[in-house]
């Protein structure tokens, strides 16, 4: 084989998008809002297990029914909160859909560059959907709250962790009523996903 063949093959830049099932092809380092599609989301999350999969059960619990728990836990912290920041928290995630859903340790690993590409697309899906590209600090923390007290009912009820090793990596949940977790599958938690969607994004427009 020549030599300039050769050369072009090392020296082109590996791939960096991935073709979604809707058909759109998504570029991981320079996302376009356009090419961001709702039932990519949901379809993705549905099949992302929580915890590397390291959890009891049949079944993965995935990040499709830990968005819809965080939204929910929302709506407890902050009673007639806004649509729009209800669906900001389902779609906390949202990333995941493409890069997966690494554990806490890993990322800190990985540091800054890992954390660039997740808030590119982040940025994106919420431009996609009508929300601001960075939320306000107020809604990010509350957002942060509640999905730091899903972990905490995941940890203990799923991940094999004791109530003082939860409460010291993800801190006691205040303010929530206990929830009993029933894992359900990548269907359900899809098409459960989507109606959520569905029921807050219209809203968002009042």
């Not at 409460?167 to 938690?189: D, N, S, V, W």
Request: aromatic share 8%; net charge positive.
């Amino acid at each position: 084989m020549p030599a300039s063949k050769t050369s072009s093959r090392r020296d082109k830049a590996p791939r960096a998008w991935q073709r979604m099932l809707s058909g759109r092809r998504l570029d991981l380092l320079d996302p376009s809002p356009m090419d961001i599609e709702i039932e990519d989301i949901a379809h993705g999350l549905a099949r992302v297990a929580r915890w590397n999969g390291q959890t009891v059960g049949p079944l993965p619990f995935n990040v499709a029914q830990h968005s819809l728990i965080v939204e929910n836990f929302c709506v407890e912290l902050k009673p007639g909160w806004p649509a729009r920041w209800r669906l900001a928290a389902l779609l906390h995630d949202a990333p995941e859909f493409v890069i997966g859903d690494l554990i806490s340790p890993f990322k800190h690993q990985l540091a800054g560059h890992y954390r660039t590409i997740e808030r590119r697309l982040q940025q994106a899906v919420h431009l996609r959907f009508g929300l601001p590209a960075d939320l306000p600090d107020a809604i990010e923390k509350t957002i942060k709250r509640a999905d730091r007290a899903c972990a905490f009912f995941e940890a203990t009820q799923l991940a094999g962790f004791n109530v003082n090793e939860a409460r010291r990596f993800f801190g006691a949940p205040r303010g929530l009523a206990p929830i009993e977790l029933k894992t359900m599958t990548a269907y359900q938690a899809q098409k459960a996903y989507l109606a959520r969607f569905e029921a807050l994004h219209p809203l968002t427009r009042r």
